[in-house]
T-cell receptor, first 116, second 114 residues
Framework: DGGITQSPKYLFRKEGQNVTLSCEQN?????MYWYRQDPGQGLRLIYY???????QKGDIAEGYSVSREKKESFPLTVTSAQKNPTAFYLC???????????????FGQGTRLTVV | DAKTTQPPSMDCAEGRAANLPCNHS???????VYWYRQIHSQGPQYIIH???NNETNEMASLIITEDRKSSTLILPHATLRDTAVYYC???????????????FGQGTILTVHP
């Protein structure tokens, strides 16, 4: 089945440790995104990538890093510089093209990160 | 991307139509209106999108005003499973530096009652 997979679903880390969240898609989508969601809040864009080996900062990129070495993978590293890393993290992917229907984004089921 | 304004919450009786409004007064000519919904602790799900014509699919209908400054998502026969946060997003479909970027606002919490 085609889809977008995030792992793990729950993740616990000690304060001061870097942690990498996985996101893989087999939909052959060009664009991938990382969002953060805090309780009762909307989604905030961390980073996005439209093509392999290229990515742009979103609205809250500080304390995060990404890589896009393969089309199907877009891992997010939460570094120790992120002041409040405990949150629900969502990855998404979408095709890019002139037809607007192609811009529909597909989301993973999220990773809930808790830093203690 | 243009900013959107939605009411924070709405209620609807099961079986009735749910009409969710969205204001996007600064929308530009090449921006589409997209609707997503998020059921608790899951990833958002695409519902529908449109440019200026009204749209309908198996999930919902989208009514966009003639000046494109606002839109309404209609769930014609709401069920308990439609209880979710609904997000209205306007975004560029192609071209420009923000190409492909999705920016979410606070959304509307829709609660469907029995």
């Amino acid at each position: 089945d085609g889809g977008i997979t995030q792992s793990p679903k729950y993740l616990f880390r000690k304060e001061g440790q870097n942690v990498t969240l996985s996101c893989e898609q087999n939909l052959n989508h060009d664009a991938m995104y990382w969002y953060r969601q805090d309780p009762g809040q909307g989604l905030r864009l961390i980073y996005y990538s439209q093509i392999v080996n290229d990515f742009q900062k979103g609205d809250i990129a500080e304390g995060y890093s990404v890589s896009r070495e393969k089309k199907e993978s877009f891992p997010l590293t939460v570094t120790s510089a992120q002041k409040n890393p405990t949150a629900f993290y969502l990855c998404a992917s979408s095709p890019l093209g002139r037809a607007s229907r192609l811009n529909e984004a597909f989301f993973g089921q999220g990773t809930r990160l808790t830093v203690v | 991307d243009a900013k959107t304004t939605q009411p924070p919450s709405m209620d609807c009786a099961e079986g009735r139509a749910a009409n969710l409004p969205c204001n996007h007064s600064t929308i530009s000519g090449n921006e589409y209106v997209y609707w997503y919904r998020q059921i608790h602790s899951q990833g958002p799900q695409y519902i529908i999108h449109g440019l200026k014509n009204n749209e309908t699919n198996e999930m919902a209908s989208l009514i966009i005003t003639e000046d494109r400054k606002s839109s309404t998502l209609i769930l014609p026969h709401a069920t308990l499973r439609d209880t979710a946060v609904y997000y209205c997003i306007v975004r560029v479909a192609a071209g420009g530096t923000s190409y492909g970027k999705l920016t979410f606002g606070q959304g509307t919490i829709l609660t469907v009652h029995p």
